[in-house]
């Protein structure tokens, strides 16, 4: 009777530990309005991008909102980059539970609150309850959260999923 008890302690345990691997996730791959992981907006620059994540899989000039910017693509990542200057990251876009990167290993990207690409719906409602929703185009936007300079993070819901993690601007123009 006593081995039985210590195993069902030993599995509780371990079944807890397994359940808060997300909650005690490493803070260098959390994502915040000015940053995912260790892509920080108006710092990282292109040429960090490519050793980190290696040549991009697209790269087109785009418009967005009044303001022509390089956008930038790679398996899960995609960011927008400022034409002039320091080519510094304006926007970033997490679509993948996982990054690769030769510098920082797997990155596993989520927001201090725990939410990642892939989770359900009814989690992100749970963790962000005041997110009022925006529906257009057949998916959801929810504003998580406001940071410095009114530029703010979302995450983004198709079919019932977050699909993707977005940092954001205040505005381009």
């Known amino acids: 009777m006593k081995l ?14 397994t359940a808060m691997g997300e909650a005690v996730a490493h803070p260098r791959d959390e994502m915040w309005p000015g940053k995912a992981g260790p892509i920080i907006r108006n710092e990282t620059t292109i040429s960090e991008l490519r ?23 790679w398996d899960g990542l995609q960011v927008y980059v400022e034409r002039a200057g320091d080519r510094a990251v304006d926007a970033i876009f997490v679509r993948s539970r996982r990054l690769e990167s030769s510098e920082h290993g797997t990155l596993e990207i989520h927001t201090n609150e725990g939410l990642r690409v892939g989770d359900r719906h009814r989690k992100l409602r749970r963790l962000y309850p005041n997110a009022a929703p925006i529906a257009h185009g057949g998916h959801i936007h929810y504003r998580l959260k406001n940071g410095r300079f009114n530029s703010y993070m979302m995450g983004k819901v198709v079919d019932g999923r977050v699909v ?8 381009f123009c």
């Open 4 to 17: 039985f008890r210590c195993l069902l302690v030993v599995g509780l345990v371990a079944s807890g530990l």
């Open 51 to 73: 050793e980190w994540f290696g040549p991009p899989n697209s790269r087109r000039v785009v418009r967005v909102a009044c303001v022509r910017v390089i956008r930038m693509r």
């Open 164 to 171: 993707q993690l977005e940092s954001w601007p205040f505005e």
